[in-house]
């Protein structure tokens, strides 16, 4: 791209590349520290069952609370983790605290509350990833059934015999595995053939075309039935209007996250949630 930009032949790089690799060694340096400086937190969305509108459980999602750079996304720093191998210290953690902080709400009554972790390709790679969850579980304490991993087609589509080995040893445990952004991939189809998946979750792009036009929500019902007549749950990613869901709750989806319910939460965000919704079912109850 450089060499056609004329006269400037030995332009190699513009202002806005050195800018992206100046950052990317700021954030190498700072991400190498992260972990002994405990920056990294897990905030939770909140799942519900559509039809009940019942809190059903939470997808954890990392962030890193950066002394220098401040709040920091996912998208800005897992890929970086992987090409570092910080990766798989960091998925470590973060299975680890959700399965920590899952044991606290089972504990406080929430037996039916399931937390979703994200799960990236490098740690699928680890020999002994199956034996760190499995210590995890045993060292928290939660009951397997209220852990589900999310995967990627594109992680296990080049490995499908090696990814399914795995996740069998996974779902042995009691765990459930849900493949996430469904329908981006191109080879959705047959990862859910071979693979022991429970839960799909039907990426944004097609619940905001869902609205659009008769396509739209051509694809979403027709993803939801064929998930049922395979005996998967439903999970519809990324709601953000009432409109969306009404059209949801009528294909008869199962469960359902996004802004429109609420964007995901810090700790203590999330425990008042929890307790509000406590407080709710148990009226209902009554
Ligand atoms: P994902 O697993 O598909 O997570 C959904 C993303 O969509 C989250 O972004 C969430 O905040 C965002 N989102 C949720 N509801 C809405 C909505 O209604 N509208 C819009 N516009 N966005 C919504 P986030 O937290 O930035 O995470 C981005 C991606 O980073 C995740 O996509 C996941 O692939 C990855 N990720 C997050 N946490 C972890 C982690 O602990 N480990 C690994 N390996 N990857 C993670
Ligand atoms: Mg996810
Ligand atoms: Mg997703
Ligand atoms: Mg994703």
């Given at each position: 791209n450089a060499k056609r930009n004329g006269g400037n032949q030995y332009r190699l790089y513009t202002d806005d590349m050195i800018a992206l690799v100046q950052r990317d060694v700021r954030l190498e340096k700072h991400l190498r520290r992260s972990l002994e400086k405990n920056e990294w937190v897990l905030h939770y969305q909140p799942q519900f069952d559509i039809q009940s509108g019942r809190l059903i459980g939470a997808e954890a999602l990392i962030r890193w609370n950066s002394e220098e750079l401040g709040m920091v996304f996912p998208g800005d720093f897992i890929t970086l983790s992987e090409q570092l191998g910080l990766i798989n210290e960091i998925g470590r953690w973060v299975i680890n605290e959700a399965c920590v902080q899952g044991k606290r709400w089972e504990d406080l009554g929430w037996t039916d509350f399931v937390l979703s972790v994200n799960v990236s390709s490098r740690q699928l790679d680890e020999p002994y990833f199956v034996?760190?969850?499995?210590?995890?579980?045993?060292?928290?304490?939660?009951?397997?059934?209220?852990?589900?991993?999310?995967?990627?087609?594109?992680?296990?589509?080049?490995?499908?015999?090696?990814?399914?080995?795995?996740?069998?040893?996974?779902?042995?445990?009691?765990?459930?595995?849900?493949?996430?952004?469904?329908?981006?991939?191109?080879?959705?189809?047959?990862?859910?053939?071979?693979?022991?998946?429970?839960?799909?979750?039907?990426?944004?792009?097609?619940?905001?075309?869902?609205?659009?036009?008769?396509?739209?929500?051509?694809?979403?019902?027709?993803?939801?039935?064929?998930?049922?007549?395979?005996?998967?749950?439903?999970?519809?990613?990324?709601?953000?209007?009432?409109?969306?869901?009404?059209?949801?709750?009528?294909?008869?989806?199962?469960?359902?996250?996004?802004?429109?319910?609420?964007?995901?939460?810090?700790?203590?965000?999330?425990?008042?949630?929890?307790?509000?919704?406590?407080?709710?079912?148990?009226?209902?109850?009554?």
């Open positions: 034996k760190n969850v499995q210590s995890i579980l045993q060292s928290s304490g939660l009951e397997p059934s209220h852990l589900c991993l999310e995967i990627t087609e594109s992680m296990v589509v080049d490995k499908l015999h090696a990814a399914r080995y795995m996740l069998d040893e996974l779902v042995a445990l009691g765990i459930h595995i849900a493949l996430d952004d469904f329908g981006t991939g191109y080879s959705s189809l047959s990862v859910l053939r071979q693979l022991p998946i429970s839960v799909i979750k039907i990426d944004r792009s097609f619940i905001t075309d869902m609205e659009n036009d008769h396509e739209g929500l051509s694809i979403v019902k027709t993803i939801v039935s064929m998930g049922h007549d395979l005996n998967k749950q439903i999970v519809a990613e990324g709601v953000e209007t009432k409109a969306q869901l009404d059209l949801l709750l009528d294909i008869g989806c199962d469960k359902a996250q996004g802004y429109y319910y609420s964007k995901p939460l810090p700790l203590e965000s999330m425990n008042e949630l929890l307790e509000r919704s406590g407080e709710l079912s148990k009226r209902r109850n009554a």
